[in-house]
C-alpha cells in the first residue's frame, strides 16, 4: 500500500477531515493534502509524530506492505545522502589538516 493511501486510511479509521487530521498533527491542510496526492513525502520526525498521535508502528507506516512504496524509498536515498555528506565532511578535514601540516613542515624548511 502507497504511503498516500495509508494517510487516507488512518484519518478514515479515526473519522477526522483533513483540517481536524491536520491539527493533530500541528501541520496545515495543505500538508495533509500533498501527502494524500504523493506531492510531498514526510521526513522522518513527522512520521514519529504520526506514529505517536495515531498509535501506528513505524514499520507498517514506512514499509505498508511487501513492497517497497516511495516513503521507504526516500529514507533510503535521505540516509545514502547523509552518509555521502558525512564522508565529504571528513575527507575534507583531513585533505585540510593535511595541508596545514604540509605548509608548516615546507615552513620549517625554508627557514
Do not use: C, P
Request: charged fraction near 25%.
Amino acid at each position: 500500500m502507497e504511503f498516500s493511501d495509508q494517510i487516507k486510511q488512518l484519518r478514515k479509521e479515526n473519522n477526522l477531515s483533513q483540517v481536524q487530521y491536520a491539527k493533530k498533527l500541528h501541520v496545515t491542510r495543505q500538508a495533509v493534502s500533498n501527502w494524500k496526492n504523493n506531492r510531498n513525502l514526510l521526513d522522518l520526525e513527522m512520521l514519529i509524530e504520526i506514529n505517536r498521535v495515531f498509535h501506528i508502528s513505524l514499520d507498517q507506516l514506512i514499509l505498508g506492505d511487501d513492497n517497497m512504496n516511495k516513503m521507504t524509498q526516500k529514507l533510503i536515498k535521505d540516509t545514502d545522502e547523509n552518509r555521502k555528506a558525512k564522508y565529504n565532511m571528513i575527507t575534507t578535514l583531513i585533505g585540510g589538516f593535511l595541508m596545514i601540516l604540509g605548509f608548516v613542515s615546507l615552513s620549517r624548511l625554508i627557514r
